[in-house]
C-alpha cells in the first residue's frame, strides 16, 4: 500500500505542477503562431502590392526586371525564416543592381559593358541617385526584421522552456516527503484532512528547487521581450515599414529619373565615356512617362488588418499583457501548486490541517525559493550542490535570449547559430528553426528582492556549493562553444 500511495503521489504532484506550466505554454504557443503567420503575411501582401502597382505603373520595363524586386522579396523572407542574410548588404546590393537596369536605361543610346557597369554601381553611394530613400529603407528595414524575427523566436524559446521543465521527476527524498503529506494522514483515520498550507509550500519549494533558479533569468527575459514589444509599437513597427515599401521604391525610381542627366554626366567623367551603339540600331528608350506617375499617399496611422486577419498593434498589445502575467513565475509556481484543493488546505485553515504528524498548526517557517535556500528546509532533503543540468540550459537558453533581445531593442542586427540540444528550441518552425547561439554566459545566483531573514540565513548556508555549481556552468560552457566552433 504505501508503494502504491507513493506511486500515487508522484503521479498527484506531476499532474498538477504540468497543468500550472501548460497553460503557460499554450499562450506562448498561440501567440509564436500567431506573429509567424503575421510575418509571413505581411511579406506576401507586400510583394504581391509591389507587383501590382509596379505592372500598372512601368508595364513591360517592369516585366523585363522583375526577377530583381523579386530576389528581394526571397531574401527578406529567408532572413525572417532562417537567418543567414546580412540585411545591409543585401539592401546595398539590391539599390546597386537597380542603378545598372536604371542606368543603361536612361541611357539606351549607348553600349554598357558588365564591367562599365560595374564601375557605375561603385557610384551609388557618393552620387545617391535614388535620393535618401535607400539609407531611410535600409535603416527601417533593418531594425523592423531584426525586432521581428528575434521577438518571434522570443515566443518559441520561452514556449519551449516551459515545455521542458513542466516535467518533473521528483528525487527519491521528494517523493518521501510528497507520500507523507498526501496520503500518510490516511493512516490515522485523517482521510479529509488536507495537508496545511505551509507545510505543503516547504515541500513544494524543496521539489521546485531548481524551477526556482530560472526565476532570475525568466524575469530579466520578459522584461527584454517587453523592450522589444514597445520598439514594434514604435520605430520598429515592421507593418508601417513593408506596407509601403512600393511606393518607397517608387519614390527612389522617380528620383533617378529626375537626376539622371546629372548622375549619367557624373559618371560618364568618372568611368569613361561609353561607347555608341553602331548606326542602325535601335534601341528601346525608356518614356519619360514611364517614371513620372506618382502613387497615393500612404498614411502611416493607417493599420491594415489583411495580414493574418489581424494588425501588429493589436498583437503586441496582447502579448504584451501575456508576458506581464507570466512575470515570476517560477517563484510563484510552489505556491500555486499549494494553491491548488488537491494539495492543500487553504490559508485561512490553519489549525485543522495535517502538519505531517498530527491534525494541528505547521510551525515551522517557509523556506525561501530555489536550489540554494534549500539547506535547511525542513521537510524535503535537497542536494544544493549538484544543481539540474536540465534547468542550467533553460537559463543558458534565457540569457542568450536575453542578450540578443537587448541587441534588437538597440537596432542592432543579431547572428543565430544551432546549438540544438544545449539550446531550449527544437524543431520551432520558423521561429524556433532559427538557430540560437550562446556567446557567452555568466551565472548569477538567483537573488530574488524582499528576502526575509531566514532566506538570507539559508544563502549564507549554501555557499560551500557554489564552486561546484560554478564548475558545471562552465562545463556547459566549454561544450556548447565547442561545438559553435565546429
Not at 514556449?159 to 521543465?165: A, C, G, I, L, N
Not at 542602325?280 to 500612404?298: L, Q
Not at 544544493?384 to 542586427?413: E, F, H
Request: hydrophobic fraction near 35%; glycine fraction near 6%; aromatic fraction near 10%.
Amino acid at each position: 500500500m504505501e508503494e502504491k500511495y507513493s506511486l500515487q503521489s508522484k503521479d498527484d504532484f506531476k499532474s498538477v505542477v504540468s497543468e500550472q506550466c501548460n497553460h503557460l505554454q499554450a499562450v506562448f504557443a498561440s501567440r509564436y503562431k500567431k506573429f509567424d503567420e503575421f510575418f509571413k503575411e505581411l511579406l506576401e501582401n507586400a510583394e504581391k502590392s509591389l507587383n501590382d502597382m509596379f505592372v500598372k505603373t512601368y508595364g513591360h520595363l517592369y516585366m523585363q526586371n522583375s526577377e530583381l524586386f523579386k530576389d528581394l522579396f526571397v531574401e527578406l523572407k529567408r532572413y525572417y525564416v532562417v537567418g543567414n542574410v546580412n540585411l545591409e548588404e543585401m539592401l546595398n546590393d539590391f539599390w546597386a543592381r537597380l542603378l545598372e537596369r536604371m542606368f543603361r536605361l536612361v541611357n539606351s543610346q549607348y553600349h554598357f559593358t558588365d564591367e562599365y557597369l560595374e564601375c557605375v554601381s561603385k557610384y551609388t553611394e557618393q552620387l545617391k541617385p535614388f535620393g535618401d530613400v535607400p539609407r531611410k529603407l535600409k535603416l527601417q528595414v533593418t531594425r523592423a526584421f531584426v525586432a521581428a524575427r528575434t521577438f518571434a523566436q522570443g515566443l518559441a524559446v520561452a514556449r519551449d522552456v516551459v515545455s521542458k521543465v513542466s516535467v518533473v521527476n521528483p528525487t527519491a527524498q521528494c517523493t518521501q516527503a510528497l507520500l507523507k503529506m498526501i496520503y500518510c494522514s490516511h493512516c490515522r483515520g485523517l482521510v479529509t484532512v488536507k495537508p496545511c498550507y505551509n507545510y505543503c509550500s516547504n515541500i513544494m519549494r524543496g521539489c521546485l528547487a531548481n524551477q526556482g533558479d530560472l526565476d532570475f533569468e525568466w524575469n530579466n527575459f520578459i522584461d527584454a521581450m517587453l523592450m522589444v514589444a514597445e520598439r514594434l509599437e514604435g520605430p520598429f513597427n515592421i507593418e508601417s515599414v513593408m506596407d509601403p515599401i512600393d511606393v518607397k521604391i517608387s519614390d527612389a525610381i522617380m528620383n533617378m529619373q529626375d537626376n539622371s542627366v546629372q548622375v549619367s554626366q557624373k559618371v560618364f567623367q568618372g568611368c569613361g565615356p561609353p561607347k555608341p551603339l553602331p548606326a542602325g540600331r535601335i534601341s528601346r528608350s525608356i518614356s519619360e512617362s514611364a517614371f513620372s506617375a506618382r502613387f497615393r499617399p500612404h498614411h502611416p496611422e493607417e493599420r491594415p488588418t489583411t495580414a493574418a486577419g489581424t494588425s501588429l498593434d493589436r498583437l503586441v498589445t496582447d502579448v504584451k499583457e501575456k508576458l506581464k502575467q507570466a512575470k515570476k513565475f517560477w517563484s510563484s509556481l510552489p505556491s500555486n501548486v499549494c494553491n491548488d484543493e488537491r494539495m492543500a488546505a487553504g490559508n485561512g485553515n490553519e489549525d485543522d490541517c495535517w502538519n505531517g504528524k498530527g491534525k494541528s498548526r505547521y510551525l515551522f517557517a517557509v523556506t525561501g525559493n530555489g536550489l540554494a535556500n534549500q539547506g535547511n528546509n525542513p521537510e524535503v532533503q535537497v542536494d544544493t550542490s549538484k544543481p539540474d543540468i536540465l534547468i542550467l540550459r533553460q537559463i543558458m537558453a534565457l540569457r542568450v535570449m536575453t542578450s540578443k533581445m537587448k541587441n534588437a531593442y538597440n537596432g542592432n542586427d543579431v547572428d543565430f547559430f544551432d546549438i540544438s540540444d544545449e539550446s531550449s528550441g527544437e524543431g520551432s518552425g520558423s521561429g524556433c528553426e532559427y538557430q540560437q547561439c550562446p556567446s557567452e554566459f555568466e551565472y548569477n545566483a538567483t537573488n530574488h528582492a524582499g528576502k526575509t531573514a531566514n532566506d538570507k540565513a539559508d544563502n549564507a548556508g549554501a555557499r560551500p556549493g557554489a564552486q561546484s555549481y560554478l564548475l558545471t556552468v562552465l562545463c556547459i560552457l566549454f561544450l556548447v562553444m565547442q561545438r559553435e566552433w565546429r
